[in-house]
T-cell receptor, first 115, second 120 residues
Framework: DSGVTQTPKHLITATGQRVTLRCSPR?????VYWYQQSLDQGLQFLIQ???????AKGNILERFSAQQFPDLHSELNLSSLELGDSALYFC??????????????FGPGTRLTVT | AQKITQTQPGMFVQEKEAVTLDCTYD???????LFWYKQPSSGEMIFLIY??????QNATEGRYSLNFQKARKSANLVISASQLGDSAMYFC?????????????????FGTGTRLTIIP
């Protein structure tokens, strides 16, 4: 158990809908990362938050947004869903302190199926 | 830009044998970190091992070791005495280090993965 929790585990929804994925980082971790894993794109970085502020953006669509709350949990909002958004969405957390890279610990993922 | 290449889409290995999973990387950054993750069929991503670009010794974690050859830009994962539970997808990844003045670079760039199957 990595200590990172994600809900829900599975999500099935229709095209055009909006969903929210939730992540709670490991205790004490300030950085939260969102990744998307799909068959055609592999594992891709979406966005990072550090202590409530957006830190970096990757290949995140404009239809997607995220935020990190004062208690450090994060939510990824996906709107106007398309079939191609079906994927496994991971949240990861790390200590986020200065220095060389720290390992990121991944949550169990949310499997999103858009029908 | 950082790039990770894993050239072995799949490998079959006899139980108890050692296995080497290949990973090469490309980056112009002088400082970087290299990681290996395991993804079993259940889907979770499990952190295995980390190697910093300035580390003098190869990283080891139990049965896992990272064969780091900086000049060749390779970071192969070696699993000793393989077990049936080692059957999974394995991903190599890299990131840049975070500093007080250079934020937002810690995102992981992943390779395409190697599917390892251990044969009894």
């Amino acid at each position: 158990d990595s200590g990172v929790t994600q809900t829900p585990k599975h999500l099935i929804t229709a095209t055009g809908q909006r969903v929210t994925l939730r992540c709670s980082p490991r205790s004490g971790d300030l950085s939260v990362y969102w990744y998307q894993q799909s068959l055609d794109q592999g594992l891709q970085f979406l966005i990072q938050y550090y202590n409530g502020e957006e830190r970096a953006k990757g290949n995140i669509l404009e239809r997607f947004s995220a935020q990190q709350f004062p208690d450090l949990h994060s939510e990824l909002n996906l709107s106007s869903l398309e079939l191609g958004d079906s994927a496994l969405y991971f949240c990861a957390s790390s200590a986020g302190t200065s220095g060389f890279s720290y390992e990121q610990y991944f949550g169990p993922g949310t499997r999103l199926t858009v029908t | 830009a950082q790039k990770i290449t894993q050239t072995q889409p799949g490998m079959f290995v006899q139980e108890k044998e050692a296995v080497t999973l290949d990973c090469t990387y490309d980056t112009s950054d002088p400082s970087y970190g290299l990681f290996w993750y395991k993804q079993p069929s259940s889907g979770e991503m499990i952190f295995l091992i980390y190697q910093g670009s300035y580390d003098q010794q190869n990283a080891t974690e139990g049965r896992y070791s990272l064969n780091f050859q900086k000049a060749r830009k390779s970071a192969n994962l070696v699993i000793s005495a393989s077990q049936l539970g080692d059957s999974a997808m394995y991903f190599c990844a890299m990131s840049r280090p975070q500093t007080w003045t250079d934020f937002g670079n810690e995102k992981l760039t992943f390779g395409t993965g190697t599917r390892l199957t251990i044969i009894p």
